[in-house]
C-alpha cells in the first residue's frame, strides 16, 4: 500500500510537470503578443492567446484523466495544477515585463529577438487584464469534481496597484461628501445648520410638541366645560331634584329620608 501511494505521488506529480513544461516552454513566449492596454478598447472579453493557450490545455488534459481515473485522483491531480497555475501565471507576467524593461536599449544579440512586453499602464488595460484573469478562473472549474478559488487575479490586482487606486478613490469620494455637508456648531442649547436657511413655515421640534400641548389643553377645557355644570349629580341648570333622599357627602351611596320627607310621605298616604 505505501508502495501504490509512492507510485501515485509519482505519477500525479509527472502530471503537474507535464503543464509546467506547456506553459513555460510553449506558452510563455505569446506574452509578448499581449497588450493589455490596446485589448481594452475591445468588447470582446475572449482571453489573451497565453491564458486562452492554458485553458485549452488544462480542459483537454481534464477529459482524459477524467475518463481514466477516479474522482478523487482526479481531484488530487487538478489542485496540484491549479496550485501551480495560481503561482506561475502571475510570476510569469511580472517576469517578462521585467526583463523587457531591463533589455531596452540593450543592442540585441544573436538572431533572437527580445521580447517585448509591458505590464498595462492604463486604468482601463489594468481591468481589462485581471478581467481576463478572472475569465481564465471561471473557465478552469470543473463542477462536480475540482473547484479552486484563484487567488491570480487578486495578485495582479495588487501588484499593479489597482487595490489602492480603489481604496484611494473611495477615500476621495468620502472626503467630497463631508466637505459638501454644511457644518455643524452648538451655541448654548442648540444646533444651528450654518449657511442653511429654514423655511418659514418650517418648525422645531419642540416648537411643535408645544403646539400639540396646547391644542390638547383647550380639548381638556372645552371637555370640562360640557360637563362642568354636571357635578355631584346636579342637573345643568344647576337644580337639585328632591326624592326624599340626602346625599350631601358626593360618596353616591343614598341616606336614610330625613323626618321631613318621612311626614310628607305618610300624610299623603293618609289622604
Request: hydrophobic share 30%.
Amino acid at each position: 500500500r505505501k508502495d501504490l501511494a509512492e507510485h501515485n505521488e509519482k505519477v500525479f506529480s509527472k502530471f503537474v510537470s507535464i503543464v509546467g513544461g506547456i506553459v513555460e516552454h510553449g506558452l510563455a513566449s505569446l506574452i509578448a503578443k499581449a497588450d493589455f492596454d490596446l485589448r481594452s478598447k475591445s468588447k470582446d472579453v475572449k482571453c489573451c492567446k497565453f491564458l486562452e493557450g492554458i485553458i485549452i490545455n488544462i480542459q483537454k488534459l481534464f477529459q482524459v484523466l477524467s475518463n481514466l481515473l477516479p474522482p478523487h485522483d482526479v481531484h488530487d491531480v487538478f489542485s496540484r495544477i491549479f496550485a501551480y497555475i495560481d503561482n506561475k501565471v502571475p510570476s510569469l507576467f511580472i517576469s517578462t515585463a521585467a526583463a523587457s524593461s531591463s533589455d531596452n536599449g540593450k543592442p540585441e544579440k544573436g538572431p533572437a529577438k527580445a521580447i517585448s512586453f509591458s505590464l498595462p499602464s492604463t486604468d482601463e488595460g489594468k481591468r481589462r487584464m485581471v478581467k481576463e484573469l478572472d475569465t481564465m478562473a471561471q473557465q478552469l472549474q470543473f463542477n462536480g469534481v475540482v473547484r479552486w478559488s484563484f487567488s491570480a487575479p487578486r495578485t495582479i490586482e495588487k501588484h499593479l496597484g489597482i487595490e489602492q487606486e480603489i481604496i484611494s478613490t473611495i477615500e476621495k469620494s468620502v472626503e467630497e461628501s463631508n466637505d459638501s455637508e454644511l457644518p455643524l456648531t452648538k451655541e448654548g442649547d442648540e444646533e444651528k445648520n450654518l449657511g442653511q436657511n429654514r423655511p418659514e413655515n418650517d418648525e422645531s421640534c419642540e416648537e411643535m410638541i408645544e403646539k400639540r400641548n396646547s391644542s390638547q389643553e383647550e380639548i381638556d377645557v372645552n371637555e370640562a366645560q360640557g360637563t362642568g355644570d354636571l357635578v355631584n349629580g346636579l342637573p345643568s341648570d344647576g337644580k337639585k331634584q328632591n326624592d326624599g333622599y340626602d346625599n350631601p357627602d358626593n360618596t353616591g351611596v343614598p341616606r336614610e329620608p330625613s323626618d321631613t320627607a318621612q311626614t310628607t310621605t305618610i300624610e299623603k298616604e293618609e289622604d
